[in-house]
């Protein structure tokens, strides 16, 4: 469950950002950053320093679901398909 829900939250933050920058390259770069701190509590829990269990994953998946389907309703009203088509290079 945490694996999808990190990538609608990556392609969230990617249709948030392409409505509000002028390079692709941009957008693309903005929803790989939302995947770092999950990477973080990965390597994290691969070295031992932090156990989380199966509740604690669930739960991640959970929060970060619930944030991304509140970035999508606002993507959804942000993104405008003639502007960005007109304004990137």
């Known amino acids: 469950m945490l694996g999808p829900a990190v990538g609608l939250a990556s392609v969230v ?3 948030i950002t ?3 920058v ?3 390259r941009v957008a693309q770069q903005v929803g790989g950053v939302v995947i770092v701190p999950i990477i973080a509590i990965t390597l994290i829990q691969a070295s031992g320093t932090l156990l989380v269990d199966a ?5 991640l998946a959970l929060i970060i679901f ?3 389907l509140g970035g999508l309703r606002l993507g959804v009203r942000l993104f405008d ?3 960005i ?4 290079r």
């Open 13 to 15: 933050a990617g249709v």
């Open 18 to 20: 392409s409505s509000r």
């Open 22 to 24: 002028n390079d692709p």
């Open 55 to 59: 509740t604690g994953y669930l739960l």
């Open 66 to 68: 619930v944030i991304s």
């Open 81 to 83: 398909r003639e502007a």
């Open 85 to 88: 088509l007109t304004r990137w």
